[in-house]
């Protein structure tokens, strides 16, 4: 059974870091493409971040945390994450991870591409 799991959420003040994690399980993720999204209370689920399977593992990020965060994967663990720094306060939300599924490629922004999703992590940043 394919497992996604997020961690690393909190509470931090605006300016802070914090970096989440997603531990994939039930098979390996090496080729699949991951992606972040996240959702504010009141707003829709939007896209934050998205790294390729292919060898050079190519991110494509939503403008507003372009410089601030970095996506990253580590196939031996079968982990992604999503490092935020300069946190602002409007980027409270649950962060959710997701995979597409094996060697799909396509439209990483659209939530519809991804087959697999986490349950999600709060994060918080105070102003």
């Known amino acids: 059974q394919v497992q996604l799991v997020e961690s690393g959420g909190g509470l931090v003040q605006a300016g802070g870091s914090l970096r989440l994690s997603c531990a994939a399980s039930?098979?390996?993720?090496?080729?699949?493409?991951m992606g972040w999204f996240r959702q504010a209370p009141g707003k829709e689920r939007e896209f934050v971040a998205a790294?390729?399977?292919?060898?050079?593992?190519?991110?494509s990020y939503t403008d507003s945390v372009k410089g601030r965060f970095t996506i990253s994967r580590d196939n031996a663990k079968n982990t992604v994450y999503l490092q935020m720094n300069s946190l602002k306060p409007e980027d409270t939300a649950v962060y959710y991870c997701a995979a597409g599924s094996r060697l799909r490629t396509g439209n990483y922004y659209s939530s519809d591409f991804y087959a697999y999703w986490g349950q999600g992590t709060q994060v918080t940043v105070s102003s």
């Open positions: 039930g098979r390996t993720f090496s080729s699949h493409a």
């Open positions: 790294i390729s399977w292919s060898v050079g593992s190519t991110a």
